[in-house]
């Protein structure tokens, strides 16, 4: 089906309500805030963005200490990666008299240039990473990084670019204006991609970071402004870090992530605090999980052209090479059979149909059911010739 045979929007001053057997119903804004409960406006404070400059200058503050050379590497392979654990190493290197250790040292260096030109995810900086495969667009300049509604409570959690995440009460018990708001930062909570509310659970969120994710316990309603570090639970696994997506299972008991910087699926056992890798053999880094409603299948996204559909009995998968360009955006539908998806730089959807523990349609090529390439609608009747009112269609985002 083309954008151009869907229905065209609504007039000015009308709102889409709902759809319901292929029919959508639009209201006027006076007559919507009537028939309908409607929430207040949910004002954000922009904290600022977070300066570089403020760390170093708080390191300044200290008095220096002297360190060997392997400590200093090694510090630096922690915080800054392994390139600049190598430009130590090499340094020390050329003034010493040992020429297979310099030999040695080159080499590696080499091997990781050679590697930025095909995998670059693992020399991009973590904001650069989290900007360029983010389900945010223009992520480095949101002041909302993301946000989750509660699934049964009338709250919401906000990412904030100032690394804070705020919950807010969308009502007061007392009024119509928005509740109590509470206020959670961790020095782990950095360059959040991404929170998602636990099912089943009124008060755990988690938050996927560059610094791993956040397990928060937030008791409802708000009793205080600000939580501790003592209200949360960092989890973390060597080189895997900037998370980038996570997706509780359907039960709550487990949570999935994934990192353009490692190319494994990693999956948590929350309550018992254990985490379990599952090695991804190609397609470079993952971007984005998505846990199937009936919590038999598991999409991941890779930064390459391929995806994979996982069976959580036994974590074997399936997987597409032949697209066009990287998965950008997918969904499942309620049932859990059929997974809906686009491709970056194509404005399409395309769709694979499931049934048991088996592919039974597109298992070879997905199939296309829907071209969103840009048009120009009519509204109200008037002459889309005379007078364009307006362009709708494009790729998708998310």
């Not at 009936?294 to 391929?306: A, E, H, P, Y």
């Given at each position: 089906m083309a954008f151009s045979g869907f229905i065209a929007p609504p007039g000015e001053g009308k709102v889409t309500v709902l759809e319901e057997n292929c029919q959508f119903l639009a209201l006027p804004q006076d007559e919507l805030e009537a028939r309908y409960q409607v929430y207040c406006d949910v004002v954000v404070q922009d904290g600022g963005l977070p300066s570089e400059e403020g760390s170093s200058s708080a390191q300044s503050a200290f008095v220096p200490v002297h360190e060997t050379k392997l400590k200093k590497?090694?510090?630096?392979?922690?915080?800054?990666?392994?390139?600049?654990?190598?430009?130590?190493?090499?340094?020390?290197?050329?003034?010493?008299?040992?020429?297979?250790?310099?030999?040695?040292?080159?080499?590696?260096?080499?091997?990781?240039?050679?590697?930025?030109?095909?995998?670059?995810?693992p020399h991009l900086s973590s904001k650069d990473i989290c900007a360029k495969f983010s389900a945010t667009r223009l992520w480095s300049?949101?002041?909302?990084?993301?946000?989750?509604?509660?699934?049964r409570l009338q709250k919401v959690a906000i990412a904030r670019q100032d690394?804070?995440?705020?919950?807010?009460?969308?009502?007061?018990?007392?009024?119509?204006?928005?509740?109590?708001?509470?206020?959670?930062?961790?020095?782990?909570?950095?360059?959040?991609?991404?929170?998602?509310?636990?099912?089943?659970?009124?008060?755990?969120?988690?938050?996927?970071?560059?610094?791993?994710?956040?397990?928060?316990?937030?008791?409802?309603?708000?009793?205080t402004s600000r939580l501790l570090s003592s209200w949360v639970r960092t989890e973390t696994v060597p080189g895997h870090c900037v998370i980038t997506s996570i997706s509780w299972s359907p039960h709550g008991d487990l949570l999935i992530s994934a990192s353009p910087v490692d190319a494994h699926l990693v999956v948590w056992d929350v309550m018992l605090g254990v985490a379990t890798r599952i090695s991804v053999a190609t397609g470079g880094g993952l971007v984005a999980v998505a846990w199937s409603p009936?919590?038999?299948?598991?999409?991941?996204?890779?930064?390459?052209?391929?995806f994979r559909v996982w069976?959580?009995?036994?974590w074997t998968c399936d997987k597409w090479t032949n697209a066009?360009?990287?998965?950008?955006?997918?969904?499942?539908?309620?049932?859990?059979?059929?997974m809906v998806f686009a491709l970056e730089r194509d404005p399409s959807l395309y769709y694979l149909l499931f049934q048991g523990e088996e592919i039974t349609d597109g298992s070879a090529v997905a199939i296309k059911c829907a071209d969103l390439s840009p048009c120009v609608h009519s509204v109200d009747g008037e002459d889309v010739q005379r007078q364009p009112r307006l362009r709708t269609g494009s790729c998708i985002q998310n």
């Open positions: 590497a090694f510090n630096e392979w922690r915080y800054h990666g392994l390139d600049r654990a190598l430009e130590i190493l090499l340094d020390e290197a050329e003034s010493s008299s040992s020429s297979p250790v310099k030999a040695c040292l080159y080499c590696v260096r080499s091997l990781r240039k050679l590697q930025a030109v095909f995998f670059p995810q300049r949101s002041v909302i990084r993301c946000f989750a509604m509660h699934p690394n804070v995440v705020e919950i807010k009460d969308l009502i007061s018990p007392t009024s119509n204006r928005p509740g109590r708001s509470v206020l959670l930062r961790d020095k782990q909570q950095v360059d959040v991609t991404c929170i998602q509310w636990a099912p089943h659970c009124s008060n755990l969120l988690a938050v996927g970071s560059r610094g791993g994710i956040l397990l928060w316990t937030v008791d409802h309603p708000v009793t009936d919590g038999r299948r598991v999409l991941t996204t890779s930064t390459m052209s391929v069976e959580t009995r036994n066009s360009s990287r998965c950008r955006a997918a969904c499942w539908s309620p049932n859990g059979e059929t």
